[in-house]
């Protein structure tokens, strides 16, 4: 994940190649994002192991829970 200013947005989808996503900077839209991705990789199951990933995240960052 990279953040990118709004200026420099187009010079980054020239960058990448257009494979790129805009988010906004909220958790809740990583959130989204991510839950979509992981439910496309496991279809049925992405939900419970997103859930699983970021309860090991939260342990990494000292804290409980997810």
């Keep these: 994940m990279i953040a990118v200013s709004g200026d420099h947005f187009a010079d980054w989808i020239?960058?990448?190649g257009g494979r790129s996503v805009k988010l906004r900077c909220d958790r809740h839209a990583l959130d989204?994002?991510?839950?979509r991705l992981a439910t496309r990789a496991m279809p049925?199951?992405?939900r419970a192991f997103h859930g699983?990933?970021?309860a090991e995240m939260n342990l990494d960052r000292g804290k409980v829970g997810a």
């Design 52 to 54: 699983l990933r970021r």
């Design 44 to 46: 049925g199951r992405g």
């Design 14 to 16: 020239k960058f990448a």
């Design 32 to 35: 989204t994002w991510s839950d």
